[in-house]
């Protein structure tokens, strides 16, 4: 019998306000521990949370973003269980009625096939702190709590997940489209972005759910897929074996590939729900949703039809130009100030702008080059005053590591492109003399070898110039040189 | 309302207590009688009331993305049991 996987994921994405969802401590990754704490995110006795309105307004953005729908009205509960990181012993979330329900996004497989993932339900609830474990020698752990109050959004998807590798696409189309929105940095290494996965498996055609694992925490796209491939592994074996599969909680383990029972459903956490009676209702009105979605700026997948449209970008290319809204934004501008094509400035932006920038490890916001300086250097190379090659291999990592304008390192360097034919036959002579070989080859007849060796010499030429011949003319005056003196 | 012993047992894990089985006992009767006490609101006819999150009239109490002040550490360790200084130490705990 053949199996197939039915997979849910619940991602937990941590909100960029400034500030805690209920408290005016800051909200910052990596500060000295405990210094980012107040009475409230301490569970101090007679303390009381306030929502922060820029906390909702990000968790609504979200929600729009990813198609849901927003409910009018909705109430936070308080969650029960005792963890040293939990200091009230609850956590404040939403259960009964969440802010948003019923959203999907669209993926895209490896093979360019479409599939749309539902989204259950989105709600908002606080972070806990963390608690860092001491050496097995050490009979203490250590608790900090300034993550501990964090905003997080709870996104749960619908069990519309078939394979690993949707998983891993939809994690990550996730997590661009909240970066790209500006609700979260996609982080996933500083827990910015944390994944649990609910995976069962079914014969092929049914359309009965199996009995489910979950998997917690997994903290990289390669190990959600992994972590994932492993445990349909795990309980298709399992079946085939005659047994079965439990309800439980899996941890992931990353070393091994493996993922091992957590705790079972008779250890399961009894949470004791309630709703929190310190916290009034959420309203969001008409008004303020509509606020909120005009300053949504318009979503990569529609950016991206856009791209292919309007600029005759392939598909690959538009995707990757949108998979950050600056680079997307940065290609825009240099191409409203470039007059040459699209596609041109696209490639030269993927290929080498972006290659360079990772070389260096630089971001694009880090580095000093406006749209406008790429626009121009497209310009220089268009107009034939440098090569291509001088524009990439020389000028561009100029402009990357130490900035100025394209033009400003032509005159400063001496990169201006030699078109003067006169002094390139000058140069072609000495290099002819310099590569007896090749011109025997040429002299030889064969038009292979003839085609070979004048490409060789372009090279050789090329070199020579350091890039600063003009290949085009040159391919035409290299064998007119050798013609005349034969 | 009577607590069974076994739902005592299942609170006291709940709340990562270890009871004797005298104080099982002990907490199977006072919990019991505290249910019993709350069991009197049952005897209100809340017929053809809409189930209730809140009893204040209130909503969107919300506050601005603002930082404040957050405590200094001589405030945030007073009252921990123990401390390095810059943590809350407890003892060790394995995974959640």
């Known amino acids: 019998m053949e199996f197939e996987a039915v997979i849910g994921l619940e991602v937990h994405a941590q909100l960029l306000t400034d500030t805690k969802i209920f408290c005016s401590c800051k909200n910052r990754f990596g500060d000295s521990p405990n210094t980012n704490v107040c009475p409230v995110c301490l569970g ?179 190990f959600i897929q992994k972590a994932i491939e492993y445990e349909i592994g795990r309980q298709i074996k399992l079946v085939k074996g005659g047994g079965e599969v439990v309800q439980e909680t899996r ?62 970008l392939t598909s690959y290319d538009a995707s990757v130009l949108v998979r950050d809204r600056k680079l997307a934004e940065f290609f825009e501008e240099t191409v409203s100030s470039y007059s040459g094509e699209p596609k041109k400035a696209a490639n030269f932006i993927i290929s080498d702008f972006l290659g360079i920038l990772n070389e260096e490890k630089k971001e694009l916001s880090d580095a000093s080059v406006k749209a406008e300086d790429i626009a121009e250097l497209l310009l220089l190379v268009d107009k034939g005053v440098v090569s291509l090659r001088v524009a990439k291999e020389d000028i561009l990592p100029e402009m990357v590591k130490f900035g100025g304008k394209p033009e400003e390192i032509v005159k400063k360097k001496g990169l201006i492109q030699i078109s003067d034919e006169s002094e390139l036959i000058n140069i072609v002579k000495k290099a002819l003399v310099k590569n007896e070989k090749a011109v025997e080859q040429y002299r030889s007849g064969d038009e292979k070898k003839k085609t070979k060796a004048v490409k060789f010499l372009i090279g050789q030429v090329m070199k020579e110039t350091r890039g600063k011949a003009n290949p085009k003319i040159l391919n035409d005056l290299i064998p007119k040189v050798l013609d005349e003196t034969e | 309302m009577k607590l069974s012993k076994e739902q005592v047992k299942h609170i006291a894990l709940l709340s990562r207590l270890s009871l004797t089985e005298d104080k099982v006992e002990m907490f199977q009767e006072q919990l019991s009688d505290i249910l019993t006490f709350v069991e009197k609101l049952s005897e209100l006819d809340t017929k053809g009331i809409d189930p209730k999150f809140q009893i204040i009239p209130q909503e969107n109490v919300l506050r601005k993305d603002i930082s404040g002040m957050s405590f200094p550490y001589e405030k945030t360790f007073m009252n921990a049991p123990e401390t390095n200084g810059k943590h809350f130490i407890v003892p060790k705990v394995v995974k959640k």
């Not at chain 1, 922060?52 to 927003?70: F, G, M, P, Q, S």
């Not at chain 1, 709590?145 to 690993?164: F, H, K, M, Q, Y």
């Open chain 1, 44 to 222: 101090m006795p007679g303390s009381l949370p306030v929502l922060n309105r820029k906390a909702v307004e990000y968790a609504v953005k979200a929600a729009i973003a990813l198609n849901c729908k927003i409910n009018s009205s909705s109430i936070f509960a308080r969650k029960h269980y005792f963890y040293p990181d939990l200091p009230k012993a609850y956590q404040i979330t939403q259960y009964e009625l969440p802010f948003a329900e019923h959203g999907w996004i669209e993926i895209e497989n490896g093979d360019g096939t479409k599939k749309r993932i539902r989204i259950r339900r989105i709600h908002m609830e606080e972070d806990a702190g963390k608690t860092l474990h001491g050496d097995s020698f050490d009979q203490n752990s250590y608790v900090d709590l300034n993550r501990a109050g964090t905003p997080l959004v709870e996104i749960v998807s619908e069990p519309d997940i078939s394979s690993p590798e949707e998983a891993r696409l939809y994690m990550q189309k996730l997590r661009d489209i909240l970066v790209w929105i500006g609700v979260n940095d996609g982080n996933l290494e500083e827990g910015s972005l944390r994944c649990d996965a609910n995976i069962s498996i079914r014969p092929e055609g049914s359309d009965k759910l199996g009995t489910r694992a979950e998997i917690k925490n997994v903290n990289s796209f390669r």
């Open chain 1, 251 to 312: 941890l992931y383990d990353s070393q091994k590939n493996i993922t091992k029972t957590m705790r079972t459903k008779e250890e399961a956490e009894d949470y004791r729900y309630f709703p929190e009676p310190d916290l009034p209702p959420l309203i969001i009105d008409s008004q303020w949703l509509d606020s909120i979605k005009e300053s949504l700026p318009t979503l990569p997948d529609e950016v991206r039809g856009r791209f292919v449209k309007d600029y005759s």
